[in-house]
C-alpha cells in the first residue's frame, strides 16, 4: 500500500443540511412488472465498480484498515441522484456508472432498481442489515413534497428539517435519531458539527452474519498476525478445518477463500502472497472479483481467520469530487428538485460501517470431511497477514461491503 499521507479519514462532520433514510427491506415494490431481473444483476455490477473506484480512492489517503459498504453508499447516492437537475445530475449519473440505466422517460427507473435489488436481497427475511439513511436539511430551505414522497416510496427515507445554527442541539438530535434507526449500534454519529451546513446526508449500516460453518470457539487461540515485517500483533484466531472452496490467483499472487453465511450472502477473503505486501489495489475490479467467484473449486483446509470488529466512519465529500462528483458539493449544485430555494448545496456526506467477524454461527453444521480429492494445492488457509475480504450478496452478486484488514486489533 505505500506510504500515503495520513489525513483525511474522517470522524469529523462540516455544514448543515442532513438526511436520514433507511431503506433495506422496507421497500414497497414499484413498476417492477417492467423491469427483467438481469437489469438487477445489471445494477449490481456496476455498484461494484464504483465501490471499488472509490476504495481505491480511499486507500490512497492512508494505510490502515478500511470498511464500508458499497450498497449503502450507491444507495444514498441514487437517493441524491433523485434530487438533482442538470449538470449535477449528469456528474452523479457517470461518477455511479449509471449512465446506462438512465431513461429520460423513466426518471424513477433507477430508484426502482435499487428498490428492487433490496428487496431481492432481502427477500428471505434472514439477512439482517441493521441500515439507516437519513437527509437533514437546514430549516431555511423548503423541500419540495414530491422528492419527499419519492425517498420515502423507494427508500423508506425521510428528511429532518434541523436548524444548524443551533449545532449542539442539532448533534444531539441527528445522534439520536440515528441511534434510533440504527436500534442502539450507532450512538455517537458526530460530534461537531459547521454552523454553515446546509444539507447531510448520513447513511450507517451495520452487520453481523451466522456462519454456514461455525468456529468452534474452544479452536481460538491467541496467535501472532504479522502486520509487516517489523510489526506482530497477537490476534485471538479462530480455527476450522472442512471443505471450503477457493482459488488461486497465480497471476496476482493471491488466494481467494470463500465462507458462506447462512443468509444467502458470503465473505470472499482475499490474501496476498507472503511478501506481495498488498500492493494490489490498484488489480481489485469487478470483472476480477466475478472472476474469483467463479473459479473457486471446493477442497479441504484448514483455516485460521483473526476476529475483529470494524468501525470506520468516511466523509465522502472527500474523496467524491476527485472521481468527477464535485458538482452537489459547490456553489454550483443543482437541487431544484429537492428544493426551489437557491442556493443549496451538499455540505456532508457520511457513512459509517460496522462490522464483527467471529465464532457465531448456529449449531456447528458437523459437515462430513471425508471422500474429498484435494489437489495438489496447499491444505492451509492462514489469514496471519494483512488481507482483504468481500461480503456480497450470491444471488445478484451484489457487493454489500469490502474492506481491507491490515491490522485485526485496531477498529
Ligand atoms: C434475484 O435476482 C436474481 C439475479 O437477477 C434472480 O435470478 C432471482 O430470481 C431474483 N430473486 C428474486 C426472489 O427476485
Ligand atoms: C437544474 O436542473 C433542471 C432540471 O434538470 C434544469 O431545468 C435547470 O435549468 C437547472 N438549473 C440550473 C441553474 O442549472
Ligand atoms: C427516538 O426514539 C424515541 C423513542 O421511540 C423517541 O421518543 C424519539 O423522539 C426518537 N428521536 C428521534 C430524534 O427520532
Ligand atoms: C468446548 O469445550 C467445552 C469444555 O470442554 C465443551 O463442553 C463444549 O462442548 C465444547 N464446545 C464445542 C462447540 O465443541
Ligand atoms: C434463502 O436464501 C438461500 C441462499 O440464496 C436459499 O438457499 C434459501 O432457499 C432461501 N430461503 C428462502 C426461504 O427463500
Redesign the pocket.
Known amino acids: 500500500m505505500g506510504t500515503k499521507p495520513q489525513n483525511m479519514v474522517v470522524h469529523k462532520m462540516r455544514m448543515g443540511f442532513i438526511l436520514v433514510v433507511a431503506c433495506m427491506g422496507f421497500l414497497a415494490p414499484v413498476h417492477q412488472a417492467h423491469i427483467p431481473s438481469t437489469t438487477i444483476s445489471d445494477l449490481s455490477f456496476k455498484n461494484m465498480d464504483f465501490a471499488m473506484n472509490l476504495y481505491r480512492k480511499i486507500s490512497s489517503y492512508h494505510d490502515n484498515n478500511i470498511f464500508l459498504s458499497p450498497l449503502s453508499v450507491s444507495t444514498s447516492f441514487a437517493a441524491l441522484l433523485m434530487a438533482s437537475g442538470g449538470v449535477t445530475h449528469k456528474e452523479l449519473l457517470q461518477g455511479l456508472n449509471l449512465e446506462q440505466l438512465e431513461r429520460a422517460d423513466q426518471p424513477e427507473l433507477i430508484p426502482a432498481l435499487f428498490q428492487l435489488l433490496h428487496e431481492n436481497i432481502t427477500?428471505?427475511?434472514?439477512l439482517k442489515l441493521d441500515q439507516g439513511m437519513a437527509l437533514f436539511t437546514d430549516q431555511q430551505f423548503v423541500v419540495e413534497e414530491v422528492f419527499k414522497d419519492q425517498i420515502k416510496t423507494f427508500f423508506e427515507a425521510e428528511i429532518k428539517s434541523v436548524d444548524f445554527a443551533d449545532k449542539e442541539g442539532s448533534i444531539r438530535f441527528i445522534n439520536e435519531y440515528i441511534k434510533n434507526k440504527t436500534e442502539d449500534k450507532v450512538t455517537e454519529m458526530m460530534s461537531t458539527l459547521d454552523a454553515l451546513t446546509e444539507l447531510m446526508l448520513i447513511n450507517t449500516i451495520f452487520f453481523q452474519g451466522s456462519w454456514q460453518k461455525p468456529f468452534n470457539p474452544n479452536n481460538t487461540e491467541n496467535e501472532p498476525f504479522y502486520i509487516n515485517s517489523y510489526n506482530i500483533v497477537q490476534v485471538p484466531m479462530m480455527f476450522l478445518a472442512d471443505k471450503f472452496y477457493s482459488m488461486e490467483d497465480v497471476a496476482l499472487g493471491a488466494r481467494v477463500l470463500k465462507l458462506p453465511y447462512r443468509?444467502?450472502v458470503s465473505m470472499l477473503i482475499l490474501l496476498p502472497n507472503k511478501g506481495m505486501d498488498i500492493v494490489i489495489d490498484d488489480a481489485i475490479t469487478a470483472k476480477k472479483f466475478l472472476s474469483w467467484i467463479k473459479n473457486l473449486q471446493k477442497i479441504k483446509l484448514d483455516v485460521k481467520l483473526p476476529k475483529f470488529k470494524m468501525e470506520e466512519s468516511y466523509s465522502l465529500q472527500t474523496f467524491l469530487p476527485d472521481m468527477g462528483m464535485a458538482s452537489i458539493f459547490s456553489n454550483s449544485a443543482n437541487l431544484t428538485k429537492l428544493s426551489k430555494d437557491k442556493g443549496l448545496t451538499v455540505s456532508e456526506v457520511l457513512h459509517k460501517a460496522v462490522i464483527k467477524v467471529d465464532e457465531t454461527g448456529t449449531i456447528a453444521a458437523a459437515a462430513t470431511t471425508t471422500g474429498i480429492t484435494a489437489y495438489s494445492l496447499p491444505t492451509t488457509f492462514f489469514v496471519n497477514r494483512p488481507f482483504f475480504f468481500f461480503i456480497y450478496h450470491?444471488?445478484t452478486n451484489c457487493l454489500l461491503f469490502m474492506g481491507r484488514v491490515i491490522d485485526p486489533t485496531k477498529n
Open positions: 427477500r428471505n427475511g434472514s443468509e444467502g450470491e444471488a
